[in-house]
């Protein structure tokens, strides 16, 4: 038994020295591990947490500058829209009276070569600009008219340039039985006018 002892006590004082012998080294390396657990991963959060707080205001400030540039971009279409409003305007005579339209129709037609079948006026249409309760006029008149397709054409490019504001809508084009060049069409043309709000 006092062997055994002293065998445990041999071995305890062995694991002992080999303990000492390792101190040496167990205590930085328990400085380093505790210095890892405490400042190092704290402050890496902390890092990952300021780039990502930092990527956010960034995306943030993006979002404002892109907002700001739209804004923009919407002020200068308001304003063209406005400058053509204006100019739209100045082509509304202030008059309402169906002869108009037929009268602007006379004159782009002395300039090309088209037989009016027939220049049938529809019934006038009102529309109101409520913000400013403005009054605008529609006087559309049903047009048949007897021509090739190049004159056609440069009669809506001549109502497209008329003095007076002018809208086509709903044309046919059917061929021409007694002729080969020429074709029946018949379509609507509308000129506008501003209105009074009493009328």
Not at 61 to 72: A, E, K, N, W, Y
Not at 99 to 113: A, F, G, P, V
Not at 161 to 168: P, V
Request: include cysteine; proline fraction near 4%; glycine fraction near 4%.
């Amino acid at each position: 038994m006092v062997e055994k002892s002293k065998k445990t006590q041999g071995l305890s004082l062995a694991t002992a020295a080999s303990l000492y012998r390792y101190a040496s080294l167990l205590i930085p390396v328990a400085v380093i591990f505790l210095g890892v657990c405490f400042l190092i991963i704290p402050s890496v959060f902390r890092l990952i947490l300021t780039s990502q707080n930092i990527t956010q205001k960034e995306n943030e400030v993006v979002t404002v500058d892109r907002s700001h540039i739209d804004l923009q971009n919407l002020q200068a279409e308001y304003e063209r829209y406005q400058v053509k409003a204006v100019e739209l305007g100045k082509k509304l005579p202030q008059r309402l009276k169906t002869n108009l339209i037929i009268e602007t129709l006379r004159e782009i037609t002395e300039k090309s070569k088209l037989k009016f079948s027939s220049l049938e006026p529809l019934p006038i249409k009102k529309y109101v600009y409520e913000p400013t309760k403005s009054v605008f006029v529609e006087l559309p008149v049903k047009v048949k008219l007897n021509c090739g397709f190049y004159d056609f054409v440069d009669f809506l490019k001549q109502i497209e340039t008329a003095s007076q504001m002018m809208k086509i809508g709903d044309f046919v084009i059917r061929s021409n039985p007694s002729s080969d060049w020429d074709h029946d069409i018949e379509l609507t043309i509308s000129a506008f006018s501003k209105g009074d709000s009493d009328e």
